[in-house]
């Protein structure tokens, strides 16, 4: 697929157990905070976000945490599903909308 | 079902020759994004607009790349000519431009340059 690169950081997780995604972001004064994930062949898709006045938010099966010291985001997912197997990319807003976003994380889910 | 568009989806062509990609934006959306996606540098912001406007181009080749917005619901990315280190899939997100929401990205252009 078009998003995978030989060279991402790869999760391998038994189906059912939970994922741990983690990015480090670099501008402190970034407030908002995405995760996307992409499937092969496809385009990012939206997951989760986070504002900086927050060091938690959960959604239907992952939650993202936020920790503005050490400029960390993290994505859990519980459950892991085949589904899941996909690139994450944490990003960061650097103002107008304008997203920078992280080298991406490979998922591959073992049934 | 409100997505965003984008064609072709797939193009292969020659050094030298024009590529011209188009995005088609959610209905509604006034902010239009281009990307780059590669292997080594990963989604790479190229330019945007906001209202069909140009608001930043910084981080495309200005000497080959130019995007436009015709209309609010056309926008295109043209390389002229190109080059084989520009393959690479190019998406296309548009954007309510209602700060914090999400941008949505278009199923991408997979670009090949011989």
């Known amino acids: 697929g078009e998003s995978v690169g030989l060279h991402l950081p790869t999760l391998s997780v038994q189906e059912g157990d939970n994922s741990i995604i983690n990015c480090a972001y670099s501008n402190s004064a970034s407030d908002y905070f995405i995760w996307y994930k992409q499937e092969s062949g496809k385009g990012p898709q939206f997951i989760i976000d986070?504002?900086?006045?927050?060091d938690k938010r959960q959604g239907q099966r992952v939650t993202v945490l936020l920790n503005k010291t050490v400029k960390h985001l993290s994505l859990q997912i519980a459950a892991t599903q085949p589904g899941d197997s996909a690139v994450y990319f944490c990003?960061?807003?650097?103002?107008?909308?304008?997203?920078?976003f992280g080298k991406g994380n490979q998922v591959v889910v073992i049934p | 079902d409100a997505r965003v568009t984008q064609t072709p989806r797939h193009k292969v062509t020659e050094m030298g020759q024009e590529v011209t990609m188009r995005c088609q934006p959610i209905l509604g959306h006034n902010t239009v994004f281009w990307y780059r996606q590669t292997m080594m540098q990963g989604l790479e912001l190229l330019a945007y607009?906001?209202?069909?406007?140009?608001?930043?181009d910084s981080g495309m080749p200005k000497d080959r790349f130019s995007a436009e917005m015709p209309d609010a619901t056309l926008a295109t990315l043209k390389i002229q000519p190109s080059e084989p280190r520009d393959s690479a899939v190019y998406f296309c997100a548009s954007h309510d431009g209602l700060a914090g929401n999400e941008q949505f990205f278009g199923p991408g252009t997979r670009l090949t340059v011989l």
């Open positions: 986070i504002r900086s006045n927050m």
């Open positions: 990003a960061e807003n650097g103002g107008n909308n304008r997203l920078a």
């Open positions: 607009f906001r209202n069909r406007a140009p608001l930043d």
